[in-house]
């Protein structure tokens, strides 16, 4: 497994527009979650899927924000009428359920996906 | 919410100085991770730290979680170049499920 992966690295959108992400998680971990980082903070809290479930969602998250996960895999992000103040840096995380495997590796990030509203 | 405060914001320092950076909050949290982050990169998980008082260290790094299970420090001894990069302290929620909160990050900068 080569760890967690997101696609695209980069992406530049006109204001209005939709975009989609993709993240890949490491194969046996059951939770993924999604954060955004923008210059100058931590991550922030987007949502969280166990298996296929969607557990959680941030108030951050408003009606243009929606993620999947459908069969348990891999998730996406879609964000629907881009704003500037969208533009930021998508990070995706997986992790083991297993609570003393969670203390000894964490959440395993993707490199994100950098986006760019104009 | 659980708000994470960390200090200092930046850190610019020289080779084989020693620092200690601080994660607060007023909020108890179940277990409370370290990371560090690289530019373009995802953050790494150094530790995590579970029981009140308690004292971990990796190599020159010492970190520790305080009895009220409110706060931690990151102390480096000795720093080097490759300890720069962004050092974020993440905070499980009781009954958290895992999910943590993470605080702004010091920015720390090992200079040759």
């Known amino acids: 497994d080569t760890g967690v992966s997101q696609d695209p690295r980069h992406k530049i959108t006109k204001r209005g527009q939709n975009v989609t992400f993709r993240c890949d998680p490491i194969s046996e971990h059951n939770r993924l979650y999604w954060y955004r980082q923008t210059l100058g903070q931590g991550p922030e809290f987007l949502t969280y899927f166990q298996n296929e479930a969607q557990l959680e969602k941030s108030r951050l998250l408003s009606d243009r924000f929606s993620a999947e996960r459908p069969k348990g895999s891999f998730s996406t992000l879609e964000i629907q009428r881009t704003e500037q103040g969208d533009s930021a840096m998508y990070l995706c995380?997986?992790?083991?359920?297993?609570?003393?495997?969670?203390?000894?590796?964490?959440?395993?990030f993707g490199s994100g996906t950098r986006l760019t509203v104009v | 919410t659980q708000l994470l405060e960390q200090s200092p914001q930046f850190l610019s320092i020289q080779e084989g100085e020693n620092l200690t950076v601080y994660c607060n909050s007023s909020?108890?949290?179940?277990?409370l991770q370290w990371y560090r982050q690289e530019p373009g990169e995802g953050p790494v998980l150094l530790v995590t730290?579970?029981?009140?008082?308690e004292v971990k260290k990796l190599k020159r790094l010492t970190f520790q979680f305080g009895d009220a299970r409110k706060d931690s420090s990151l102390h480096i001894t000795a720093a080097q170049p490759g300890d720069t990069g962004l050092y974020l302290c993440a905070g499980e929620a009781l009954g958290g499920y895992q999910k943590v909160t993470f605080g702004i990050g010091t920015k720390l900068q090992v200079i040759p």
């Open positions: 995380a997986s992790s083991l359920a297993d609570l003393e495997k969670f203390y000894k590796y964490g959440y395993t």
């Open positions: 730290v579970v029981t009140g008082g």
């Open positions: 909020s108890v949290f179940s277990s």
